[in-house]
């Protein structure tokens, strides 16, 4: 399935991702999470060491931070969706972006209850993660159960489902790109049919050039392959730091030079969704960084939501989910992440 080994951060991530899961729980949960993380206010929260806190009109656009539920998978699988929703409602989250929907350990929950209770703790089901492929015919993935996947994310009333999977199904050819190009296409045009938007979420590899053609780019063989009214994207602004990090230079050592922010303001429409993932600059670390809680890292947040946001008709038009693959402590991550992004305010 994939060229990475085991022991790969990226794949380990895009692994286990598929075995997130979640249901409600009860006032035990509760009170355990009440022992797990102090309750808190984005509205109250200490302000950021990095950015510009204070005065001024925020950074963030009202309504449109959300969180990935794969950060929070170890309080969703033992407590359940409904008392780690109500610590999002406190944190002031607004959407919720899921990596799987039922989790046997604590007992089943429906779409329909799912889709309620975020509704309830005022929380926007805005996406979810499904693999893209498998060699197991009955996986619950595009292109094993495509109707499956499209009808559970409509149950959801989702607006975007996509997947975290890289276009590497067929290896890293400028032709297997396009191959998989087009399956993207067949998936994108069946979302679009039920009024949601098919997206594909990077991490840095996508950055990487094609085995048979060193000077392209294989992102930018999915992106001109793929239909921009079809195929969005997701991007992971960390991963895609860390993929400029590896990949600013060709196999043979000429520079190849680009810019993450670059990409979104030529397309921006291609963009709907993002994930905000911090990290502290490392050289020695072969990904160029060491992933941190949003607001202790390097990344420029405030200057890229700024860029986005400001492009004529762009304020509302995305959406952004904030995320840590492996979090100290998951619900400190989500209440100290909101806190930070929440504070940011436009330089004068």
């Known amino acids: 399935m994939s060229r990475f ?4 951060p990226e794949l380990a991530h895009r692994l286990t991702r598929r075995g997130m899961l979640g249901v409600a729980a009860g006032a035990t ?5 009440g022992a797990a993380a102090a309750p808190a206010t984005a ?4 302000a950021a060491t990095t950015g510009t806190p204070g005065r001024g009109r925020p950074v963030l656009p009202p309504g449109r931070l959300g969180i990935q539920l794969y950060s929070l ?8 969706f409904a008392p780690v929703f109500a610590e999002l409602e406190k944190y002031g989250y607004d959407e919720v972006e899921f990596a799987g929907y039922t989790q046997g350990s604590a007992g089943p929950i429906t779409l329909a209850q799912l889709r309620r209770l975020a509704r309830d703790h005022g929380l926007n089901p805005i996406g979810s993660h499904v693999g893209y492929y498998s060699n197991d015919p009955g996986a619950y993935t595009f292109a094993q159960n495509l109707t499956k996947v499209l009808d559970d994310a409509e149950a959801l009333g989702l607006k975007h489902i996509g997947t975290a999977s890289g276009p590497f199904r067929y290896g890293s050819t400028v ?5 998989a190009a087009e399956e993207f296409n ?4 069946a979302a679009k049919a039920r009024g949601m938007k098919f997206y594909q979420h990077n991490h840095s590899e996508e950055f990487s050039f094609a085995t048979d053609n060193p000077k392209v780019r294989l992102y930018d063989v999915l992106l001109a392959e793929t239909d921009p009214d079809l195929v969005h994207l997701e991007m992971d602004i960390y991963w895609a730091y860390s993929g400029q990090f590896r990949f600013s230079k060709r196999p043979d050592g000429t520079p190849a030079p680009f810019e993450p922010l670059d990409y979104v303001l030529k397309q921006p429409h291609r963009y709907p969704l993002f994930h905000v993932k911090d990290g502290v600059s490392d050289p020695a670390n072969q990904y160029g960084y060491r992933m941190v809680d949003v607001g202790d890292g390097d990344i420029d947040y405030q200057r890229f939501i700024s860029a986005v946001t400001r492009l004529r ?14 979090p100290t402590e998951s619900l400190t991550f989500a209440r100290r992440s909101s806190e930070h992004l929440h504070s940011l305010r436009e330089k004068c």
């Open 186 to 189: 067949t998936y994108g045009a």
């Open 313 to 326: 008709g762009h304020r509302f038009a995305h959406h952004w989910q904030a995320e840590h693959d492996n």
């Open 43 to 46: 509205a109250s929260g200490t």
């Open 73 to 80: 998978r170890d309080k969703v699988s033992t407590l359940g």
């Open 29 to 33: 949960a509760a009170a355990l999470l």
């Open 5 to 8: 080994s085991q022991t790969d």
């Open 175 to 179: 032709d297997a790109w396009k191959r």
